[in-house]
């Protein structure tokens, strides 16, 4: 019974950094598998990160203080710093391949769409077709929540109009993390104004063959945001980096103490073979 207390009060010896890093890493793996192809990932996911970090820890304790502690305690400083150094460039690269994620926060934005009823020469219309509109964490908005002029019609989830006096498709308030059109361009395709936040541009939709594209519209910068949601997002981010990191240095360490003195060879070697892939 001395000898169970003995261990568990050794495996629990860092808690407090094992809770933190369990927590992180639970955090990388729910972004990582919910985050969508514009870097969203919504807040309600992260529900799934504390039975995550609860399975994680018992892990961590026992990773950490049987393996990892008493290997860095005997590499030498300069072998440390190459592994933290390592870490960090690692990092970046992820980043630079993968930035880092950010949560549907809402914020309050404005979205005006104006079918102008002009168009090119070579087009045979002036139609506008929006395939469809949704937010950027894959929520749709849907027709009653938008306010048009008459000249706009709905039809099997899309959006068209020809044009006309006044034109107005727009929606006001909050929407988390930006918005998402798909666009139509055809040969009947017309001039379409959009007016984000007070900045307007204006698009031809007209071409040779029909295609669609998306066109993204992103929310405010950090440092717009309301306090309370930007100290939200700067934890979530500090988590999101540390589990990155931490998730990094412990990966290299157990390679490194796998391969021994020849860890600078294989690293190497496999650094080539994944910027070759």
């Known amino acids: 019974m001395m000898?169970?207390?003995?261990?568990?009060?050794?495996?629990?010896?860092?808690?407090?950094?094992?809770?933190?890093?369990?927590?992180?890493?639970?955090?990388?793996?729910?972004?990582?598998?919910?985050?969508?192809?514009?870097?969203?990932?919504?807040?309600?996911?992260?529900?799934?990160?504390?039975?995550?970090?609860?399975?994680?820890?018992?892990?961590?304790?026992?990773?950490?203080?049987?393996?990892?502690?008493?290997?860095?305690?005997?590499?030498?400083?300069?072998?440390?710093?190459?592994?933290?150094?390592?870490?960090?460039?690692?990092?970046?690269?992820?980043?630079?391949?993968?930035?880092?994620?950010?949560?549907?926060i809402k914020q309050e934005h404005s979205l005006v769409l104006s079918a102008t009823g002009d168009k090119r020469d070579q087009s045979q219309g002036s139609l506008v077709e929006i395939r469809s509109i949704q937010f950027l964490n894959g929520q749709p908005l849907l027709n009653e929540s938008l306010n048009k002029t008459s000249d706009w019609k709905w039809a099997d989830g899309i959006f068209y109009s020809s044009g006309g006096t006044g034109s107005r498709l727009e929606i006001n308030g909050r929407m988390p993390a930006g918005v998402l059109l798909d666009l139509r361009y055809f040969n009947q395709g017309g001039k379409l104004q959009i007016t984000w936040d007070g900045v307007t541009q204006d698009l031809d939709l007209y071409r040779s063959e029909s295609a669609t594209a998306p066109l993204v519209f992103r929310g405010n910068n950090w440092f717009n945001l309301p306090i309370l949601e930007f100290a939200e997002v700067l934890i979530l981010s500090f988590l999101y980096l540390t589990g990155l990191l931490g998730a990094l240095l412990l990966s290299l360490a157990a390679f490194q103490k796998i391969s021994g003195k020849y860890f600078s060879t294989a690293l190497f070697i496999s650094l080539v073979f994944v910027v070759v892939l």
């Open 3 to 104: 000898r169970l207390k003995s261990n568990i009060t050794e495996l629990l010896k860092f808690w407090p950094v094992n809770f933190v890093l369990s927590i992180a890493l639970a955090l990388v793996a729910i972004t990582g598998f919910f985050t969508n192809q514009y870097g969203i990932y919504a807040l309600k996911r992260l529900v799934y990160v504390l039975p995550l970090a609860f399975l994680t820890f018992g892990f961590l304790c026992f990773w950490l203080n049987r393996v990892f502690f008493p290997f860095w305690t005997k590499i030498n400083t300069s072998q440390k710093w190459q592994l933290i150094l390592i870490s960090l460039l690692l990092t970046l690269g992820v980043l630079w391949m993968r930035p880092l994620p950010m949560p549907d």
